[in-house]
């Protein structure tokens, strides 16, 4: 897959229901340098054809070394397409926020899958303690999950 700049772009994925689709990649960050820079992922959604249904790009900021980042958006899909196939870039900011400090990495506790409260179609959601490890408050704090028994 793609890399610079001290960051990899280890897989992407898609899923679709209908008009809306979910693009999603795995960025890998690898350089000290790059907390605090932005890194764009740029996804082509492509029918059985190789035509392009839909494109759209998703920014997601780097907070420490070492981080594996999920970088993934909601997508219409015109005309109710099939999608086959999800090409994705990635691109590291030129910015640099030499201001930046790292910060650390969130833990998680087990996740565990229940009916979801809010629904009335039985909709399903997941539940998950996580642990901050600083004595501040995080302000819309965002997660992502990954399996790891299987590739995206």
Same mark, same amino acid.
């Given at each position: 897959?793609?890399?610079?700049?001290?960051?990899?772009?280890?897989?992407?994925?898609?899923?679709?229901?209908?008009?809306?689709?979910?693009v999603?990649?795995?960025?890998?960050?690898q350089?000290?340098?790059?907390?605090g820079?932005?890194?764009?992922?740029?996804f082509?959604?492509?029918?059985?054809?190789?035509?392009?249904?839909?494109?759209?790009?998703?920014?997601?900021?780097?907070?420490?070394?070492?981080?594996?980042?999920a970088?993934?958006?909601q997508?219409?899909?015109p /005309? &109710?397409g099939?999608?086959?196939k +999800?090409?994705?870039?990635?691109?590291? %900011?030129?910015? #640099?926020n030499?201001?930046?400090?790292?910060?650390p990495?969130i833990?998680?506790?087990?996740?565990k899958?229940?009916?979801?409260?809010?629904?009335?179609y039985? /909709? &399903?959601?997941?539940?998950?303690? +996580?642990?901050?490890?600083t004595?501040? %408050?995080?302000? #819309?704090?965002?997660?992502?999950?990954q399996?790891?028994?299987?590739?995206?």
């Open positions: 897959m793609e890399s610079g700049k001290g960051a990899r772009l280890l897989r992407s994925g898609f899923g679709q229901s209908g008009r809306d689709a979910w999603t990649s795995l960025v890998e960050y350089a000290e340098n790059n907390v820079q932005f890194v764009t992922v740029g082509n959604l492509l029918d059985s054809d190789g035509e392009i249904l839909a494109s759209t790009d998703q920014v997601e900021k780097f907070s420490r070394a070492d981080e594996k980042l970088v993934g958006t997508v219409d899909i /005309d &109710r099939k999608v086959a +999800v090409e994705a870039k990635m691109e590291v %900011s030129e910015h #640099s030499v201001d930046a400090e790292p910060f990495e833990t998680s506790g087990n996740v899958v229940v009916r979801s409260e809010y629904s009335e039985g /909709d &399903r959601v997941a539940r998950v303690w +996580v642990n901050n490890p004595i501040e %408050s995080l302000k #819309s704090p965002r997660v992502s999950l399996r790891q028994d299987r590739a995206m």
